[in-house]
C-alpha cells in the first residue's frame, strides 16, 4: 500500500515558502538616527519590493511596547495619535515609501521607532530604527587668584552634554598637579563635567605665557575658548607696578629741582656780568684831566 508523495512533498516545502516570502519583502532603514535636542528630525523607510501596501503605521517602542503614533494610507491620509497630535507628520512618498517627521525632539523622543508595512495578502513586514537625541552646552570658564597663596590660580571650566564632551587645556607645562574632575549624571541623560587647576604663576612668569587655551569635542560641535592671563600680567612680567606712582613723583621733583636750579644759575651769571661791566665802566674814567680843568677854572 502506497502513500501519496505530493501532499507530502507540500509539507516538507511549505516553511520554504512561508520563510521566502518573507524575505521577498525586504525593510530598508539606518538601524540609528541621531538628533538635535531641540531641532527636527526625518526618520525613513522604504519597501525594496512593489507590493500592494494598504497601510503604513509607525510605531514607537516604549519600555519594550509597541505603541501606534501615526498611519498613512492613500485612502484616508495621515493620521497622527496622541501625544504626538501637534508634533508629527507621517507620510509616504510613494506606495513602498514612508517617513515620519518630529519636530522640536525632546529626551522622551529618544527610543526605537517601528514602521510596519501592511501588504496584501502577505500582511506586515517592518523595520526598526532606533533614535539618540544629542546635545552640548556652551563651555563654562572661570579664572580666580587663590588669597591663600599668590604662587598658584584657580582655573575652572565646565559644560554639559549628550554625550559627555571631552574638554582639554593647553598648556599642560603650567599645571602644578593633576585636576580635580567631577562627572555628574543628570536625570535627563546628560552629563555635567567640571575640572579645576592650579595654575603656577612661577612657570607663566618663566615661560612667558599670556594666556590658556581651553578646546571641547562633541559630537554635535568643537568649541575652543582663549582666555587671557591680562588679570596677572604683572606676575607675567616678574615685576610688580606699584612702584611707578614713586618713579613718577620722583622724576618729578627731579625736574622741578633741575629747573631752579638752571634759573638760579642764570641769575648769577646776569649778575656778575652787570657786575664787570660797572667795573670796566668805572675803570675808563678820565678822573685826573676833571680835577685839572676844574682847578683851572677856579683861578
Request: net charge neutral; with cysteine; proline share 6%.
Given at each position: 500500500?502506497?502513500f501519496?508523495?505530493?501532499?507530502?512533498?507540500?509539507?516538507?516545502?511549505?516553511?520554504?515558502?512561508?520563510?521566502?516570502?518573507?524575505?521577498?519583502?525586504?525593510?530598508?532603514?539606518?538601524?540609528?538616527?541621531?538628533?538635535?535636542?531641540?531641532?527636527?528630525?526625518?526618520?525613513?523607510?522604504?519597501?525594496?519590493?512593489?507590493?500592494?501596501?494598504?497601510?503604513?503605521?509607525?510605531?514607537k517602542?516604549?519600555?519594550?511596547?509597541?505603541?501606534?503614533?501615526?498611519?498613512?494610507?492613500?485612502?484616508?491620509?495621515?493620521?497622527?495619535l496622541p501625544?504626538?497630535?501637534?508634533?508629527?507628520?507621517?507620510?509616504?512618498?510613494?506606495?513602498?515609501?514612508?517617513?515620519?517627521?518630529?519636530?522640536?525632539?525632546?529626551?522622551?523622543?529618544?527610543?526605537?521607532?517601528?514602521?510596519?508595512?501592511?501588504v496584501?495578502?502577505?500582511?506586515?513586514?517592518?523595520?526598526?530604527?532606533?533614535?539618540?537625541?544629542?546635545?552640548?552646552?556652551?563651555?563654562?570658564?572661570?579664572?580666580?587668584?587663590?588669597?591663600?597663596?599668590?604662587?598658584?590660580?584657580?582655573?575652572?571650566?565646565?559644560?554639559?552634554?549628550?554625550?559627555?564632551?571631552?574638554?582639554?587645556?593647553?598648556?599642560?607645562?603650567?599645571?602644578?598637579?593633576?585636576?580635580?574632575?567631577?562627572?555628574?549624571?543628570?536625570?535627563?541623560?546628560?552629563?555635567?563635567?567640571?575640572?579645576?587647576?592650579?595654575?603656577?604663576?612661577?612657570?607663566?612668569?618663566?615661560?612667558?605665557?599670556?594666556?590658556?587655551?581651553?578646546?571641547?569635542?562633541h559630537?554635535?560641535?568643537?568649541?575652543?575658548?582663549?582666555?587671557?592671563?591680562?588679570?596677572?600680567?604683572?606676575?607675567?612680567?616678574?615685576?610688580?607696578?606699584?612702584?611707578?606712582?614713586?618713579?613718577?613723583?620722583?622724576?618729578?621733583?627731579?625736574?622741578?629741582?633741575?629747573?631752579?636750579?638752571?634759573?638760579?644759575?642764570?641769575?648769577?651769571?646776569?649778575?656778575?656780568?652787570?657786575?664787570?661791566?660797572?667795573?670796566?665802566?668805572?675803570?675808563?674814567?678820565?678822573?685826573?684831566?676833571?680835577?685839572?680843568?676844574?682847578?683851572?677854572?677856579?683861578?
Open positions: 500500500m502506497g501519496p508523495l505530493h501532499p507530502i512533498i507540500q509539507l516538507l516545502m511549505l516553511p520554504l515558502w512561508v520563510q521566502g516570502s518573507g524575505n521577498l519583502h525586504r525593510i530598508k532603514h539606518n538601524n540609528n538616527e541621531t538628533a538635535v535636542l531641540g531641532e527636527n528630525v526625518t526618520i525613513f523607510c522604504n519597501l525594496t519590493t512593489p507590493a500592494d501596501v494598504m497601510q503604513i503605521t509607525w510605531q517602542i516604549q519600555d519594550s511596547l509597541p505603541q501606534n503614533i501615526g498611519t498613512y494610507s492613500s485612502k484616508y491620509g495621515e493620521k497622527i501625544p504626538y497630535t501637534d508634533r508629527l507628520h507621517c507620510e509616504a512618498i510613494e506606495p513602498n515609501s514612508s517617513f515620519i517627521t518630529i519636530r522640536e525632539v525632546t529626551f522622551e523622543d529618544e527610543a526605537c521607532y517601528k514602521c510596519l508595512f501592511n496584501f495578502p502577505h500582511g506586515s513586514h517592518g523595520g526598526q530604527i532606533c533614535l539618540n537625541i544629542i546635545t552640548v552646552s556652551e563651555l563654562r570658564t572661570e579664572l580666580q587668584s587663590n588669597l591663600d597663596s599668590e604662587d598658584f590660580l584657580r582655573f575652572t571650566y565646565s559644560a554639559v552634554g549628550k554625550p559627555a564632551p571631552q574638554i582639554s587645556l593647553f598648556p599642560l607645562q603650567i599645571l602644578m598637579n593633576p585636576p580635580e574632575e567631577s562627572l555628574a549624571l543628570n536625570p535627563n541623560g546628560t552629563v555635567t563635567i567640571t575640572k579645576m587647576y592650579n595654575v603656577s604663576l612661577e612657570t607663566v612668569r618663566s615661560l612667558g605665557i599670556q594666556h590658556l587655551i581651553v578646546h571641547m569635542d559630537p554635535l560641535r568643537n568649541e575652543e575658548k582663549i582666555i587671557p592671563l591680562s588679570v596677572k600680567q604683572e606676575c607675567t612680567a616678574g615685576f610688580s607696578y606699584n612702584w611707578l606712582p614713586k618713579v613718577g613723583a620722583f622724576i618729578t621733583v627731579l625736574c622741578s629741582s633741575f629747573i631752579i636750579i638752571c634759573i638760579i644759575q642764570r641769575k648769577k651769571k646776569f649778575y656778575r656780568r652787570e657786575h664787570m661791566d660797572f667795573r670796566q665802566l668805572v675803570g675808563r674814567r678820565p678822573l685826573g684831566g676833571e680835577k685839572k680843568a676844574e682847578i683851572g677854572n677856579l683861578k
